[in-house]
């Protein structure tokens, strides 16, 4: 699929690697819809972005609000792309506390609820718009670019929440690409690494680079770009469908 002149919706696009992905997006000609929470950063990436960009406020996990967010990319052309970034850090709450106390059970579910929920409710949404748009010559109607994590693979304790949440979604992935592949959707997800996000930037300095130590080559946080770069490279690249690919450095984390 080409970049240049194509609608890409992307979740989480006012920041990080959202942001990063809808500016690479742009560079390429392609237009963008940002969908986030924030009023203020969304109104800053579009000033950033230029007349590339629009942004509707809308919530994942709500079904309305980012119906509405993809009325606005049928305005445009309708999305032949999205990328999810939208979601939220876990807990960090054990499995059972130092008193022998099983951890809450409301804080588990939100965390799925946000992140695995929230994707399926972006991955069935967008699908069933993609659905409707003709098919292009590389055979595509729709890529769909879903964001798991290495914690999936490699939790560490602390992470039984986050670490579920995003398991789920690298399952869904290949089973997602089978089921829309009659549709001539395809659906491929990233597992970032260490990302050096905004959430990343309030640590301090000395534990930022001990971070950076750990990841074998290159030995540094991932860039926002890199992840933007993949996303558009799964965007573009017409065979790969049903991948989980892991943006890492090589890196596998410790338990804790």
């Known amino acids: 699929?080409?970049?240049d002149g194509t609608v890409v919706l992307v979740s989480g696009g006012a920041s990080g690697l959202g942001l990063a992905t809808a500016s690479q997006i742009v560079a390429a000609g392609g237009r963008v819809v940002l969908v986030d929470l924030s009023e203020e950063l969304g109104h800053q990436?579009?000033?950033?972005?230029?007349?590339g960009a629009t942004f509707v406020a809308a919530d994942i996990t709500d079904a309305e609000q980012f119906e509405a967010a993809l009325d606005q990319a049928d305005e445009l052309g309708g999305a032949r792309?999205?990328?999810h970034c939208a979601g939220r850090g876990g807990d960090r709450t054990r499995i059972i506390d130092k008193n022998r106390e099983p951890g809450g059970l409301d804080t588990?579910?939100?965390?799925?609820?946000?992140?695995?929920?929230?994707?399926?409710n972006v991955l069935r949404l967008s699908a069933a718009r993609m659905a409707r748009l003709p098919i292009l010559d590389d055979g595509d109607r729709?890529?769909?670019?879903l964001t798991a994590s290495v914690a999936a693979f490699d939790g560490q304790i602390g992470q039984a929440s986050y670490s579920a949440s995003k398991a789920g979604i690298h399952?869904?992935?290949?089973?997602?690409?089978?089921?829309l592949a009659?549709?001539?959707?395809?659906?491929?997800?990233?597992?970032?690494?260490?990302?050096?996000?905004?959430?990343?930037?309030?640590?301090?300095?000395d534990i930022r680079e001990s971070l950076a130590a750990t990841v074998p080559h290159?030995?540094?946080?991932?860039?926002p770009d890199d992840f933007g770069s993949l996303a558009v490279e799964l965007i573009r690249n017409p065979y790969v469908n049903g991948e989980t690919i892991r943006l890492d450095g090589a890196i596998r984390m410790a338990p804790r």
């Open 1 to 3: 699929m080409q970049i």
């Open 45 to 51: 990436a579009v000033e950033q972005l230029g007349n």
């Open 81 to 83: 792309a999205v990328v």
């Open 108 to 120: 588990f579910a939100e965390v799925v609820r946000v992140n695995l929920i929230g994707t399926y």
């Open 142 to 145: 729709g890529a769909i670019v």
């Open 171 to 179: 399952g869904l992935t290949l089973v997602a690409a089978r089921d």
């Open 182 to 205: 009659s549709w001539q959707v395809r659906v491929n997800t990233i597992a970032p690494g260490i990302m050096d996000t905004p959430m990343l930037g309030r640590l301090r300095q």
């Open 218 to 223: 290159p030995k540094r946080l991932g860039h």
